[in-house]
């Protein structure tokens, strides 16, 4: 399921006029859980200005949030750590240094925290993919928790699988969960409904982090993060 699943997502989910741009990535770790697929288009203008200033990707939920609070300059430290949920002694000590080494962050003049210009997101849209056999229930489970990390969440099942739920589709859309068949025969994927719109404001600090984390993987030549069992067998990396 997964080679099908990896192969049709640039286009089923992207749209065949910018498939080429798509990159898809397995088992990279989300805001909450870890999405068997995910698939980004980055912006490669933003990246292309980042790599010239130095911009290193970021790898945590704290960078991001503290990141997205420099937005609004130029905020006070207790500004800063209201807005990103954390004290600001944590915030001083455990993440401005982080952001800083990493090109995201500079002092002015009066020691006030700004974001550096070059600190451009990466991404223009994510979508993420909870694959299963057969067990349905456990895919939109987990497929809810990734509408936290993406731009359009997806379950992908097996097309027999698929009927116990086919008068629920739109239902199971409108809840902001997008349905993909795979057919064992052919290895071809299809959508059989996308998700209903949901709020981006509410997936911001995920859709950023596992952008950010898709990044350090694709300079580093990676699509596949940590292996884990798929369906009693591994699901297979670049190399394979």
């Known amino acids: 399921m997964i080679p099908a699943i990896r192969q049709a997502l640039p286009t089923i989910g992207f749209g065949r006029t910018v498939s080429t741009e798509v990159e898809v990535f397995t088992e990279v770790p989300a805001v909450h859980g870890v999405p068997d697929v995910t698939a980004i288009r980055f912006d490669l203008t933003a990246l292309a200005i980042r790599r010239a200033a130095g911009v290193r990707p970021l790898s945590t939920d704290a960078e991001v949030r503290v990141a997205l609070a420099l937005e609004t300059q130029p905020p006070t430290l207790a500004d800063l750590a209201r807005r990103a949920g954390y004290s600001p002694d944590y915030v001083r000590r455990a993440v401005l240094p ?102 981006r404001a509410d997936s911001i600090v995920g859709r950023m982090l596992i952008a950010e984390r898709c990044l350090e993987m694709w300079q580093r030549g990676e699509h596949a993060g940590q292996v884990y069992p798929v369906f009693g067998w591994s699901a297979p990396t670049d190399a394979s």
């Not at 694959?131 to 990734?146: E, F, G, I, T, Y």
């Not at 990390?149 to 739920?165: N, R």
């Open 98 to 199: 982080l952001l800083t080494d990493g090109g995201w962050a500079t002092q002015d003049q009066y020691g006030a925290h700004l974001r550096t210009p070059a600190s451009r997101w990466g991404s223009k849209r994510i979508v993420t993919v909870e694959a299963k056999l057969r067990d349905w229930s456990r895919a939109l489970r987990q497929a809810r928790r990734q509408r936290l990390s993406a731009d359009a969440a997806y379950i992908a099942l097996d097309m027999p699988a698929v009927k116990p739920i086919r008068d629920s589709l739109d239902r199971i859309a409108r809840g902001g969960i997008g349905v993909i068949g795979v057919d064992a025969a052919s290895g071809r994927a299809h959508v059989l409904v996308r998700p209903a719109a949901v709020r």
